[in-house]
């Protein structure tokens, strides 16, 4: 296709990376027949992405009732599918029960005597394992810290033998095992490190009160990506990761390890592909104001997140001299979007080729909470989607 004709703001969603970057977890887990992974829906429910990950064989770890009938949609076995979120509401649990969904991952007593009941009424038996908070920080983003003891998830590793006890006395309910979660975009190791010895910490401390029948480790998501140079590491260091959790966690014989990855496996292969509108010459600031606003893409107004941004293809009817040159000298912007709000600023001081309306840039690793976070405010329009190298 003709840049040109490209509708912007654009997700442009690259099949091949996508492929190859699951055939890389692919290959760390293939010696491991206990080890599994569900992919977080949550960062990206595209149905072309959906069907191309459920075709892989990895399962998919679904946080409300739209995100389990995209995945069951997409392809996903219901067995392959657990639901998790500190909110579930009746209708979804009886979708879950109905559709035969493989676990529940429970996050409160009064959660799980509304799973029993339901559960009862509709003659299903519910697995379910416990997200435990482990008290663990991770070095990242406060708003993508969860597993603090003063975050809103789980349950406190103090309550635990309390509640597997208890649901031990419910009829439609069977305890299977524990889940954690501690945060998201984690690239030091040892955040991990501190999981996987929390974890064995818990695990004594439950035999040591003769609570057996821990068939399942959760250790959620949480890998991160390189949003500086997504060129340079397309694939996130999945070898570092799994052979974290290999050399750190002490499974016992027959436990299964899950692991519930989102933005490592969607995330570099996406790019939000925008339109310069105006350059506009402050008084102190160069601005280069694009078609695309925070209500396609909100992780930098949010999070204060870095994205990557680079021209892809200089206007057509752009003959200056500068456009010309093959490396011109980059000037400074700031890539802000139409919205009337002062946050909607994708990056402050942007080193970029003189720009000139009509100029096409590409915001990078933007596949992950990218169009699934996109809003309409400002009665704006979702964002176009354009899927590449599909097989
Ligand atoms: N499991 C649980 C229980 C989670 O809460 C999450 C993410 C994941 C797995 C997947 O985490 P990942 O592998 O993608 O890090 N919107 C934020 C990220 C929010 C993450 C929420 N939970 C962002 O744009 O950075």
Not at 19 to 34: F, G, M
Not at 261 to 272: A, D, K, N, T, W
Request: glycine share 8%; hydrophobic share 40%.
């Amino acid at each position: 296709m003709n840049s040109q004709d490209l509708l912007t703001p654009c997700y442009v969603y690259d099949m091949a990376l996508l492929r190859d970057t699951i055939e890389a977890i692919k290959a760390e887990i293939k010696e491991h027949d206990n080890y599994f992974v569900h992919y977080a829906v949550k960062a990206n429910a595209n149905p072309n992405i959906l069907r191309c990950i459920s075709e892989s064989g990895l399962g998919a770890d679904c946080v409300s009732g739209g995100e389990i009938k995209a995945a069951l949609e997409a392809g996903f076995p219901a067995k392959d599918i657990v639901f998790a979120g500190v909110g579930k509401a009746d209708w979804e649990i009886e979708l879950g029960l109905d559709a035969g969904i493989g676990l529940f991952n429970v996050e409160s007593i009064p959660e799980l005597e509304v799973i029993n009941e339901i559960a009862g009424r509709m003659n299903r038996r519910a697995d379910i394992c416990f997200r435990i908070n482990p008290d663990v920080g991770a070095h990242t983003h406060a708003n993508i810290t969860t597993g603090l003891a003063e975050n809103k998830f789980g349950i406190s590793m103090s309550d635990m033998e309390a509640v597997i006890s208890a649901s031990r006395q419910m009829d439609n309910i069977r305890f299977v095992g524990l889940h954690f979660h501690i945060g998201s975009q984690i690239l030091d190791m040892e955040d991990f490190v501190a999981l996987a010895h929390r974890i064995n910490h818990l695990q004594d401390q439950l035999e040591e009160e003769g609570i057996n029948g821990v068939k399942i480790i959760n250790v959620g998501g949480g890998l991160g990506i390189d949003y500086n140079y997504p060129d340079s590491n397309p694939i996130p260091n999945f070898h570092s990761y799994f052979h974290t959790y290999k050399n750190e966690l002490e499974l016992r014989p027959g436990q299964e390890l899950h692991f519930e990855l989102g933005r490592s496996i969607v995330g570099q292969m996406g790019s939000l592909l925008t339109r310069v509108l105006y350059v506009k010459e402050g008084h102190v600031k160069r601005f280069a104001i694009v078609d695309a606003g925070f209500t396609d893409l909100i992780r930098p107004a949010l999070y204060g997140a870095h994205h990557h941004i680079e021209l892809v293809k200089i206007a057509a009817d752009n003959t200056s001299e500068s456009a010309k040159s093959s490396s011109p000298t980059p000037l400074l912007y700031d890539v802000v979007g139409p919205i009337c709000e002062s946050s909607d600023v994708f990056q402050k001081d942007c080193p970029l080729p003189p720009l000139h309306r009509g100029d096409l840039l590409a915001i990078r690793s933007a596949g992950a909470y990218g169009e699934i976070m996109a809003s309409q405010y400002n009665c704006r329009q979702l964002p176009h989607v354009l899927i590449i190298n599909e097989a």
